[in-house]
T-cell receptor
Framework: AQKVTQAQTEISVVEKEDVTLDCVYE???????LFWYKQPPSGELVFLIR??????QNEISGRYSWNFQKSTSSFNFTITASQVVDSAVYFCALSDGYGGSQGNLIFGKGTKLSVKP | DTGVSQDPRHKITKRGQNVTFRCDPI?????LYWYRQTLGQGPEFLTY????????KSRLLSDRFSAERPKGSFSTLEIQRTEQGDSAMYLC?????????????FGPGTRLTVL
């Protein structure tokens, strides 16, 4: 069965602290995609990153970085030097099949990040 | 703005009434998805279309729910005989799949409140 687990329900940090959001997934497919989305208080889900199962390279984009490890079925997200604007709910999601051919995304329950000034 | 749009943004209805939501996807996307999100949870898949064809329906989609995408462009989601348990945010997303970039882009959602 496919499943995404985000064990951290809420995290609170002070501005400029680094924070890591954990994501563990389960799938029987050998081809799959992983995603992170941000949902700010306004409510609209914003796509952050995609990673396919054949690419275990870590990625850095500005203050954001992602660590994908197939051996532990994890796809963790780190924000360096957090800012108040990073406050949001972050969702990890899984899609099976080549190019997302299986269609639907399976989401975790999300981690609510609060960054205090 | 060429993002995904949804209408209405908010809907308040009485139990037993029918409601219909509309979603306009990103124009070049062939796939359109509907999800439901309740407070404190991640979005849950309801159904998706590839062009006009409805390819998959979740078991969450009871007989009271129906979705259409008649010309492969916009889609409607209708809920008949609404129940209080239908209160949720209904999200629409679109993508171009299968392909190298299968990420789904979401609209702002329609928040349904059933009294």
């Amino acid at each position: 069965a496919q499943k995404v687990t985000q064990a951290q329900t809420e995290i609170s940090v002070v501005e400029k602290e680094d924070v890591t959001l954990d994501c563990v997934y389960e799938t029987r497919d050998t081809t799959y995609y992983l995603f992170w989305y941000k949902q700010p208080p306004s409510g609209e889900l914003v796509f952050l990153i995609r990673r396919n199962s054949f690419d275990e390279q870590n990625e850095i984009s500005g203050r954001y970085s992602w660590n994908f490890q197939k051996s532990t079925s994890s796809f963790n997200f780190t924000i360096t030097a957090s800012q108040v604007v990073d406050s949001a709910v972050y969702f990890c999601a899984l899609s099976d099949g080549y190019g997302g051919s299986q269609g639907n995304l399976i989401f975790g329950k999300g981690t609510k990040l609060s960054v205090k000034p | 703005d060429t993002g995904v749009s949804q209408d209405p943004r908010h809907k308040i209805t009485k139990r037993g009434q029918n409601v219909t939501f509309r979603c306009d996807p990103i124009s070049e996307h062939n796939r359109l998805y509907w999800y439901r999100q309740t407070l404190g949870q991640g979005p849950e898949f309801l159904t998706y279309f590839q062009n006009e064809a409805q390819l998959e329906k979740s078991r969450l989609l009871s007989d009271r729910f129906s979705a259409e995408r008649p010309k492969g462009s916009f889609s409607t989601l209708e809920i008949q005989r609404t129940e209080q348990g239908d209160s949720a945010m209904y999200l629409c997303a679109s993508s171009f799949a299968p392909g190298t970039y299968p990420e789904q882009f979401f609209g702002p959602g329609t928040r349904l409140t059933v009294l």
